[in-house]
């Protein structure tokens, strides 16, 4: 099994930019297909950003498109998703997942980290 540890959250401005960064540990990286998603108080998670297994495939949602794009480096057990343009109603705690058939938008993901807090601020 995989262990997903996100990092990269933070404080800031509108417009601003952030990269989350997933790192995995535990097994081998490249069978797992990785999705991010975000939980904004009071509202049910939603997801983000996906890519496949080699990077080769990424989805994105409407949401967040033009201004999310999400990368991996099966080298270094890392998964990337570069925040730019940033807006409040980004605010949220966001999650990577992973799982070794699950995959996209629908998953399932049977492996979370623990999330990090984005706050965009105006």
Known sequence: QVHLVESGGGLVQVGGSLRLSCAASGSSFSDYAIGWFRQAPGKEREFVCAISWSGAATWTADSVKGRFTIS???????????????????????????????????GPYNYWGQGTQVTVSS
Not at 96 to 102: E, F, T, V, Y
């Open 72 to 106: 991996r480096d099966n080298a270094q057990n890392t998964v990337t998703l570069q925040m730019n343009s940033l807006k409040p109603e980004d605010t949220a705690v966001y999650y990577c997942a992973g799982d070794q058939k699950g995959f996209g938008p629908q």
